[in-house]
T-cell receptor
Framework: ELKVEQNPLFLSMQEGKNYTIYCNYS?????LYWYRQDPGKSLESLFV?????AVKQEGRLMASLDTKARLSTLHITAAVHDLSATYFC??????????FGQGTRLTINP | DVKVTQSSRYLVKRTGEKVFLECVQD?????MFWYRQDPGLGLRLIYF???????EKGDIPEGYSVSREKKERFSLILESASTNQTSMYLC??????????????FGPGTRLTVL
């Protein structure tokens, strides 16, 4: 059974600092996604990672994938308040399904 | 842009009522999904459908059923609502039957309260 664990679950940080969210998963998969959710809103896709060593970057966010370690990271560089949200990783299971992590609630304080 | 819409943003029902949640996608996607989202538990898959009239159970199907009579529409049914079904319900769709680029696109969610 595929299990996906994120840590930390809550993260409060100051603007300008760097931090990393970790996503571990228990069985082999061919795809991993990162999503963002703002309060009261739905999930918005951020990144799709498909191969070992894949790295994707968008603004201050960078995601990477190590399939051998079954680990993905979402790195935040020089955080700004607008990045405050809940971030989910999701790992592919079978052809269609995704298994989601618990989510990391990120709060960035001025 | 893919658009996934859900019939209600907020819904309040009484215990024992039959509840219908509807989801429509406008991009001819093959797969559609229903999740519930609860604090600290992430998203959990209730049911999904990979074709019209085809469905598969997800991780937590008990107390729910689904219907997909048309490709663009996927309904979640609570036959007899209970208080433990109070939750946020999210619908999603994805384009392909299979393959790595099978990103899921989400609707705005329905917050259901069962009294």
């Amino acid at each position: 059974e595929l299990k996906v664990e994120q840590n930390p679950l809550f993260l409060s940080m100051q603007e300008g600092k760097n931090y990393t969210i970790y996503c571990n998963y228990s069985t082999t998969s061919d795809r991993l996604y990162w999503y963002r959710q703002d309060p009261g809103k739905s999930l918005e896709s951020l990144f799709v990672l498909l191969s070992n060593g894949a790295v994707k970057q968008e603004g201050r966010l960078m995601a990477s994938l190590d399939t051998k370690a079954r680990l993905s990271t979402l790195h935040i560089t020089a955080a700004v308040h607008d990045l405050s949200a809940t971030y989910f990783c999701a790992v592919g299971q079978g052809a269609q399904k995704l298994v989601f992590g618990q989510g990391t609630r990120l709060t960035i304080n001025p | 842009d893919v658009k996934v819409t859900q019939s209600s943003r907020y819904l309040v029902k009484r215990t024992g009522e039959k509840v219908f949640l509807e989801c429509v996608q406008d991009m001819d996607h093959e797969n559609m999904f229903w999740y519930r989202q609860d604090p600290g538990l992430g998203l959990r898959l209730i049911y999904f459908s990979y074709d019209v009239k085809m469905k598969e159970k997800g991780d937590i199907p008990e107390g729910y059923s689904v219907s997909r009579e048309k490709k663009e529409r996927f309904s979640l049914i609570l036959e007899s609502a209970s208080t433990n079904q109070t939750s946020m319900y999210l619908c999603a769709s994805s384009l392909l039957r299979e393959g790595p680029y099978n990103e899921q696109f989400f609707g705005p969610g329905t917050r259901l309260t069962v009294l």
